[in-house]
């Protein structure tokens, strides 16, 4: 596989994992910068202005946000189909990405991940409990309800594995690694799918380099994921100190 496509991103954001997803699933070949955001140096402002991951490079030419990302990569690359061919499955597949993307982004990374991880070893502060007790008892059951309204018994959205079950399961991925497993009483769809997800051959190749780095500290995670096989770029951006979220203003 020759590596026309070259990704900045971490393994552990779900943002990255939908764009790995959708180049492992469509065939193409990609090296990747696996660096954390917050620690990313002058030249990754200037390839990235929100100072947010993934950032994709093609030649010249840079592409920021993962949905416009998977986009670009559909469009150049239809062959594997990631988008519902019907107008109205498409515009739903999309919303449903961006409820992921905002909705759960907001609740499994902002509300549990950052705050029982990333805040903690990265920028040395307590976990706020009473954030993350919102986002496990209220927020996540709430995002279950209506997934479970909507999610199939059996299969995935719309026939064949698309950018919504990607995205969706992408988010849960994340939530396992807070050591949060979706109550299958409750919500027996949403658990049986995130499952379906999982098992994707995609899925489960890249989890191989998510739980490698989960308790490791920056600065080694690329000699061991280098000895673990991940397609490594050759000029990796450099790691500033950290710094918090240009996007989260208060
Ligand atoms: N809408 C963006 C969101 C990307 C995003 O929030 N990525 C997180 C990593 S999980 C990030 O880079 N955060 C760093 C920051 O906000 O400073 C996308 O879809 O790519």
Not at 7 to 23: D, Q, T
Not at 36 to 60: H, K, M, Q, Y
Not at 115 to 122: M, S, T, Y
Not at 213 to 224: C, K
Request: charged fraction near 25%; include cysteine.
């Amino acid at each position: 596989m020759s590596a026309r496509y070259h990704v900045i991103g971490n393994y552990l954001s779900p943002y990255v994992r939908k764009v790995l997803v959708v180049l492992e699933t469509k065939g193409l070949g990609y090296t990747i910068d696996p660096i954390a955001p917050f620690v990313g140096d002058e030249e990754f402002t200037r390839l990235s202005p929100l100072r947010r991951i993934p950032v994709l490079i093609d030649g010249e030419r840079v592409v920021n946000d993962s949905s416009v990302i998977c986009q670009y990569l559909e469009e150049r690359h239809p062959e594997v189909p990631l988008y519902p061919a019907d107008i109205g499955d498409r515009a739903q597949a999309r919303w449903l990405e961006e409820y992921a993307d905002a909705y759960l982004g907001d609740v499994v990374i902002w509300g549990m991940f950052f705050q029982q991880g990333v805040k903690r070893f990265l920028f040395g502060e307590p976990t706020d409990e009473a954030v993350v007790r919102r986002a496990r008892e209220e927020h996540l059951p709430r995002a279950l309800d209506y997934l479970e309204s909507l999610l199939p018994a059996e299969g995935f959205l719309f026939g064949a594995p698309s950018i919504a079950d990607i995205s969706i399961g992408s988010f849960f991925r994340n939530a396992t690694y807070v050591r949060y497993q979706i109550d299958a009483q409750r919500w027996p769809r949403a658990a049986a799918f995130v499952e379906r997800v999982f098992a994707l051959p995609a899925f489960s190749r890249l989890a191989t380099f998510e739980v490698s780095i989960m308790r490791t500290p920056l600065p080694e995670q690329r000699a061991l994921l280098a000895d673990l096989g991940a397609p490594l770029g050759e000029h990796p951006l450099r790691m500033g100190s950290p710094r918090r979220s240009m996007m989260r203003i208060e």
